[in-house]
Structures are given as structure tokens and as C-alpha cells.
């Protein structure tokens, strides 16, 4: 573990990605101490204002605050990546340890259910699982879920696999140790360092899948203060007020690429064997 | 004949992957709640045509039944008629496709042109300015929302000096300047994630070859570092950057969908995106079983064109 962190703080790019999640962990707890307005109310005195000393990053069409928007907006980002990317963890780990230790038909059987999954695209995916269940913030972490759990499963599995035969292993089934502790105390964690690198980049996938269904209208609730809602908001504006598209973007941008640049140093500090960059 | 083998064997392992995805389609219509006649007819509902349609689709019959006629009618080409237009879904396909085509062809070229000379480079300059603007492509590209990049070429391009259009899609038959013309934001947009994705493959790929024997033995012949790089190196490199190019396809085809809607291109993404806005779930339903096939077809064409290339692979 100590060795682990050495490495991570070795690594420069790791580092500024670990700060800027910082920051954006920081905005997201104290957005509304943080936000000059309520990132809901409507100013019908100051609708589409140019960044300035009256709105540090504007207002949009609705007189609406955009610095308080994206503040409050890091809330929704990290809340919908937290989830989503937590029930992939979970579904992705029960099916891909299943498959992988039990082998033969399950292993089959699984297997070939997450092909299902992998072979439509993931944005079609959660545009058919949205136009389902309907626009809601919930099904959105769903959506984004069930998406990302295949990739869980098959990291999960393929770990699984590489320790089943190992001698340890063996051991501790020669000692006696049923098969639940067997895979909850030696087998998963050899697993851990490899889906510790997938959590961290799946929360870039959850945030641009997040911000790209609400983009397309199919993601949150209308009113809520979303970057990827911001952004459609701002579609229409484009040549009168650019700053409702450009910072709501900036802010999707400096997000995923912190979980990207934590994730890549982590894949390298973690596990030796992954290392090269490859996505 | 190895390799018509293996041809089969792996159709043979992708057809029930198909059929899974089929009946995933399939059950799409039904999950959602309501007389599946009402919602499969939509605006164009009367009492009568509900009628024709349970007794043509059978949907008196329990699930299975009714999944298998559905399947004889999708095999034959009948992926049913859009609820909001009465059309074909099959001709309202067909009628987009060249969009979506040129789009992610166009920006699948756009990313190989990227990434190949960008990773390679990176990798022959290990650690200094060129790796360095690789690494800076290859991060951002991962990290800026497609529709995003968009946006800002939109900004850039079309409301500031360059006066590109901004959106909408002009067929090459009525003029081939102009459609490129519409087309050249879009594919731009849409491939920097590829791009990257490709590039991050590449260098990698070819840092693991400049330290083989091989290039070592091919320096020490007196081989140009320009021929070493380009030609033996690359040779090699190219495999695993093949791997990744069926993966890619499904991002195109999904990103196409956001992009084909910041653009206002008629494409099949956009098709997907108003069958949901108009709740057209026959058409939505026709949209993910065809998307779903063809990467699944892109897929296989990837494995056996690496089969092809590569001895060592047919050999397993």
C-alpha cells in the first residue's frame, strides 16, 4: 500500500488529476455556500448577461446564474457517477466472480449475456433503457448502471480466472475454506487493485454519459441544475451568448479528465503489468 | 481453409449473441406499459388498423409465439412500419444510413490519420516534446465531451471567421463541395475520441516493439530510422491498434447519435433520437436491432481480418 501511493505521487500527470478532484470534491460539498445565487432563481432583470463583475460566469436566457449552476451541478455529477458506477461495481463483481469461479454453463450463460450488452453501443443502450423507464435523475444512474456493468464483469472475471488455479487458492480449498469465504477472502481481493483502476475510469464514462443523455433530453429532470442540461440550454444561444455552452463544458471536461488522469496513474502505480497507457 | 473455419466458428458463436439481442429488442416494446397495438400504431390509431394489427402480429398469442413470428418477419427484411410516419422502418433506415456512414467512416479515416503518425512519434521521442503532445491528444482526446468539442467548433468555425455551416446535411449527388463542406465539423468532432483511444494504442504498442531484438538486429543492419520506424515498426504496431478499431466502431455508432443531433444530421442516430421524442418504439426498436448487427458484423470482419493478418492467430 505504501508502495502503492510512492508510486502514485511519482507520478506528475496522477498528481494534478488527484488536485483537480479535489477541487471538484470541494465544490461539490459546499456548493451553496460556494454559489453567489440560487442556482434556480430567475433574474428577469438580468437575462443572457456577459460574464462580468454583476455575474462572474453570466447568466443564461433564464436570468439563471451560471457559476451557481455548475457549482451545484459537480453535486449532480458526482452523486449520479457515485451511484451508477457503484451498482455496475456491484452487479458487474456478482456476475463476472459467479461466472468466472463456477466456469462450464454458467461461465456460458454469462458470458454471453454480457455479449448482449457489449454489442449494442453504450449510448444507445441508455437511450433505449431512458426511453423505458422515462426522464428521471434515478433512472439515469440506472441507465448509466446497467450500461458499465458488463465492463465490471469481464475485469472481475478475467481476475477470477487468473487466480482460481493459483497455489494459494488450492490451499486455502484444501484447508477446508467453504466456497463464500474462499472468494471473499482470497480470491477477490487479487481482483481489487485491477477494479480499483476500472472504478476510477468508469467515473469519467458515468459523468460523460451523464451529461450526454441530459444533453440529448433524456437525462435529469428539466430544472435541475445539470452540465449536460446547461449545455442544451446553451445550444440555442450560441451566437448571442457563448458562455452558457462554454463553461457548463469546461467544467464536464476538467472532471472526466481528473478521473482519467487518477485512473491511468493508479493502473501504473497498482499493477505493474497494465502499465503503457493503453485504454 | 483454416480460415474459413475459423469464419464459422466465430459466426457460430455470434449467433446467439444475435438472437440475444433480438430478444432484447423484442422485449423493448413490450416492457413498456399499455396495449402494445395503441403504442405501435400511434397518431395514425383507429379502431379498426388496431384490429389488422393484433390479428397480423398475433399479439393475442402468448410472448414466445409472437417472438417467433416477429423474428420470421425481421429475417425476411419486416422490421414493421414507424408509428408516427406509417413508412417501413427497413426504408427509413435505408434512407439515413448514408448518413451515418459518411459520418463515422469519415471520422473513423480522421482518427487513424491522428493517431498513427501522432503515436508513433510520441514513441520514437520517448519523454520529450513530441511524446509530450501525444500524451496532451490522447488525455484531452478521452476527456472532451464529443458534443461539447461541438459546440466549440461551431463557435469557432462557423460563427467566427471560417464560416462553415453549422448544421444540416447536403447529399454529395446534388453537390460534393457542399456536402463536405457540412460534413467536415462533425467528422472532426466525433473522431477526437477515437483518435485518442487509437493513438494511446499505438504508442504503446510501438514503444513495446522498439525494444524487441528484432529492431535491434534491423538497426545494427544499417535500416534508416525512418524505415525502422514507419515500416517495421509500424508493421507490427498495427495489430494491437486493429484490436481496439471493432470497439471503436460501437463508439461511433453510439456518438452518433449526439453528434448527428448537434449538427442536425439526418442520420440514423437522430433517427433513434426522435423515435423516442415521438415514442416511435417500432422505430426505435428496428434502430438498436440494426445498430446492434451491424457492430456485431464489424466486429466479426475485425477478428477475421486479423486472422487474416496475422499467421499466429490462426494457428490457435
Redesign the interface.
Known sequence: MKNTWQAFRMHR?GMVGAVLLALLLGSALFAPLLSPRDPLAMQTDALLTAPGSDALLGTDALGRDVLSRILHGSRLALHVGLVSVGFALTAGCLLGVTAGYAGGKTDYVIS??L??LF??????LA??I???LGQKTTNVMLAIGIVYTPIFARVARGEVLRVKRALFVEAARSMGVRTLPLIVRHILPAAVPALIVQTTLSF?FAV?AE??LS????GVEPDTPSWGMM?RD??DW??EA?WI??FP?MA???T??SF??VG?ALRDALDPRLR???? | MVLAFMFLRRLFSVFPVWLGVSVLSFGLLRLIPGDTATMMLGTRYTEERAERLRERMGLDQPLPVQYVRWLGRVVRGDLGESAYTGRPVRDELLERLPVTLQLAGGALITALLIAIPLGVLGAAQRGKAGDYAAQVVGISGLSIPNFWLGTLLILGFSLGPGGLPSGGYISPSVSLAQNLRHMLLPTVALSLAVAAVLLRMCRSAMLEILDQDFMELARAKGVSRTRLLWVHGLKNAWLPVMTVLGIQAGYLLGGSVVIESVFRLPGIGSLALSAIQSRDYVLLQGVILFVATAFLLINLTVDLLYAWIDPRMRAS
Open positions: 500527470m454471453r449475456f455479449d448482449i454489442s449494442v453501443p453504450d449510448v444507445m437511450l433505449a431512458m426511453a423505458v469519467a460523460l451529461s450526454a444533453f440529448l433530453g433524456l449545455l446553451g445550444k450560441l451566437d457563448w455552452s462554454v463544458g464536464i471536461t476538467l472526466v479528465l482519467n488522469l491511468d503503457g497507457g493503453a485504454a
